[in-house]
């Protein structure tokens, strides 16, 4: 009763209005909404998943593995479809994003790859949200974290393509061949990333061990100057 004698009424008559207080104008839009409902926080990956040198396709997977909007067989299921789930590529688990990704032999085998070229001492997550989380809290020089993302997302799509062809073509994965797919790209990829390594023996080892130029920061130049005689002095100047 207190709250409603303390509301202010306009000294005119006027049509009330509803109001999201969440807006700065008080409207509500479709994205303050859901904004609202996933109680989501601003994300700070888009600038390392959408890059210049990275295929536009890669990208894209990347992002619906984020979003788990990959047509696993599990998230076919969720979509009305019924038929059994089962990994074309290990045959001995379901089809879902945590398992053809991180959890299978094959996947794993990729990512211990990857993570001993790094020289990254950490264990395989057990969740994509988790994998790449420390995807982005790797700590490197510019060249190295450019190849690092890209081998990242390079990995996933390939394990991607690789159940894909498994099902659709009926090829056997063969892990030799896909991890010198994955080194071959990023060898191709390395030309066009921007970025320098530090001058560190850490980092050389692992340009190294993949195959790549390190490209190091511009010494300073030093420019010759040549200065005229000095004139002799006047007499009258001593």
């Not at 788990?68 to 998230?75: A, I, S």
């Not at 299921?77 to 990704?101: P, W």
């Amino acid at each position: 009763m207190s709250d409603i004698l303390q509301i202010h009424l306009p000294s005119k008559p006027s049509v009330d209005h509803l109001i999201w207080p969440l807006s700065p104008k008080g409207e509500l839009t479709f994205k303050d909404a859901y904004k609202f409902y996933n109680n989501s926080q601003p994300v700070h990956w888009v600038s390392h998943l959408w890059k210049p040198f990275i295929p536009p396709r890669v990208s894209c997977l990347s992002w619906k593995i984020m979003q788990n909007r990959v047509p696993t067989q599990d998230n076919l299921q969720k979509r009305g479809m019924f038929f059994v789930s089962r990994c074309e590529i290990c045959k001995t688990n379901v089809d879902n994003v945590e398992h053809l990704f991180l959890k299978c032999p094959y996947a794993h085998t990729l990512w211990s790859w990857l993570f001993s070229s790094f020289l990254i001492n950490k264990d395989i997550p057990n969740s994509t949200s988790h994998m790449w989380r420390m995807i982005f809290k790797v700590r490197m020089s510019s060249q190295l974290l450019n190849l690092w993302i890209s081998g990242c997302m390079l990995a996933f799509h390939l394990i991607w393509d690789t159940r894909n062809q498994a099902i659709f073509d009926g090829n056997r994965p063969v892990i030799s061949r896909t991890l010198q797919h994955l080194k071959g790209w990023l060898q191709d990829l390395s030309s066009l990333m921007p970025g320098t390594m530090k001058n560190s023996v850490h980092e050389l080892s692992i340009l190294h061990k993949l195959g790549i130029k390190g490209i190091c920061n511009s010494s300073p130049k030093i420019i010759g100057v040549s200065c005229p005689p000095s004139l002799p002095l006047d007499k009258g100047e001593y």
